[in-house]
């Protein structure tokens, strides 16, 4: 028997399930979803063919090494190695593979200059900014969201729970409105989309509220909540219970979840 995560397959449901389902058509672009590199796939309309992999169970397929000794090597290495570390999102893009959501979300604007909006601003400077604020969700938003979810004792979550708020209150001291750079919506908003759409889970477990952190935090959040491309990949509520329930009790075997346990930097 593998590790016990392996057992969650999470699925689509509700509004995500509709958009996986409107993506399944074969397209130059195959898509291993997760929810940063998804939005943005959605926020620009670029076509992608949607595939389901359960990133809790390394599939061969997608390890590659294991794929590539498995088909005798005739496989190429780029495409065999779809995520060598095994996480998702990942990308396969004529024949080619790409891993790391913020990667993968530069890759897009990149390789696809003519669909908008263009989610990083087009000033330099502008982008420079973008990609400091990129750098902080990264550093401190998800890693202490993280903490607050797995930190059992009530002290150690009152830690963790100011750390977010403070990582939070940083941005939202940033934040022009109604989204970070004013009326654009941009790859910041698309990055800290999914720890708004998940904070009723620390709300509901770990004393978290959105008004600890500032008002205009809460109207960012609720503006964040209203967008289009959010709204198409959530999944209903219930269908996260069963996973995040192992992250509350510290549980989780995924690679975040050790690596926290661990007290090392989340891959
Ligand atoms: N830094 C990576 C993190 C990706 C990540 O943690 N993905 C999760 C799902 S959202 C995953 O694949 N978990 C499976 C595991 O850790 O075993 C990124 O931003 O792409």
């Given at each position: 028997?593998?590790?016990?995560?392996?057992?969650?397959?999470?699925?689509?449901?509700?509004?995500a399930e509709k958009?996986?389902?409107?993506?399944?058509?074969?397209?130059?672009?195959?898509?291993?979803?997760?929810?940063?590199?998804?939005?943005?796939?959605?926020?620009?309309?670029?076509?992608?063919?949607?595939?389901?992999?359960?990133?809790?169970?390394?599939?061969?397929?997608?390890?590659?090494?294991?794929?590539?000794?498995?088909?005798?090597?005739?496989?190429?290495?780029?495409?065999?190695?779809?995520?060598?570390?095994?996480?998702?999102?990942?990308?396969?893009?004529?024949?080619?593979?790409?891993?790391?959501?913020?990667?993968?979300?530069?890759?897009?604007?990149?390789?696809?200059?003519?669909?908008?909006?263009?989610?990083?601003?087009?000033?330099?400077?502008?982008?420079?900014?973008?990609?400091?604020?990129?750098?902080?969700?990264?550093?401190?938003?998800?890693?202490?969201?993280?903490?607050?979810?797995?930190?059992?004792?009530?002290?150690?979550?009152?830690?963790?729970?100011?750390?977010?708020?403070?990582?939070?209150?940083?941005?939202?001291?940033?934040?022009?409105?109604?989204?970070?750079?004013?009326?654009?919506?941009?790859?910041?908003?698309?990055?800290?989309?999914?720890?708004?759409?998940?904070?009723?889970?620390?709300?509901?477990?770990?004393?978290?509220?959105?008004?600890?952190?500032?008002?205009?935090?809460?109207?960012?959040?609720?503006?964040?909540?209203?967008?289009?491309?959010?709204?198409?990949?959530?999944?209903?509520?219930?269908?996260?219970?069963?996973?995040?329930?192992?992250?509350?009790?510290?549980?989780?075997?995924?690679?975040?979840?050790?690596?926290i346990r661990a007290?090392?930097?989340?891959?």
């Open positions: 028997m593998g590790i016990p995560d392996e057992q969650i397959f999470p699925h689509a449901t509700g509004a958009t996986v389902a409107d993506h399944q058509e074969p397209q130059e672009l195959v898509f291993y979803s997760g929810w940063r590199a998804w939005i943005a796939l959605e926020e620009k309309g670029i076509p992608y063919q949607y595939k389901e992999v359960n990133p809790y169970k390394k599939e061969a397929h997608f390890l590659g090494k294991a794929f590539s000794e498995l088909s005798g090597g005739i496989c190429s290495n780029s495409l065999a190695a779809i995520n060598p570390k095994g996480l998702v999102p990942a990308i396969e893009y004529k024949g080619k593979a790409l891993y790391e959501s913020l990667i993968i979300c530069e890759f897009f604007e990149d390789a696809y200059p003519s669909y908008k909006p263009n989610l990083l601003p087009l000033d330099p400077f502008d982008r420079a900014i973008a990609r400091i604020w990129l750098d902080h969700i990264s550093k401190a938003v998800v890693p202490s969201f993280h903490r607050i979810l797995q930190a059992q004792d009530v002290e150690k979550q009152a830690v963790a729970r100011e750390e977010l708020n403070e990582a939070f209150r940083k941005v939202a001291k940033e934040v022009k409105g109604p989204y970070f750079f004013g009326l654009e919506f941009s790859l910041v908003d698309v990055a800290i989309a999914p720890w708004i759409t998940r904070d009723y889970i620390i709300e509901e477990n770990r004393g978290y509220k959105r008004s600890d952190v500032s008002d205009v935090w809460v109207a960012y959040t609720e503006e964040v909540l209203k967008r289009d491309s959010v709204i198409k990949t959530i999944s209903l509520k219930e269908h996260y219970a069963e996973i995040y329930g192992r992250y509350l009790r510290d549980e989780a075997q995924s690679e975040a979840a050790k690596a007290g090392r930097v989340i891959p």
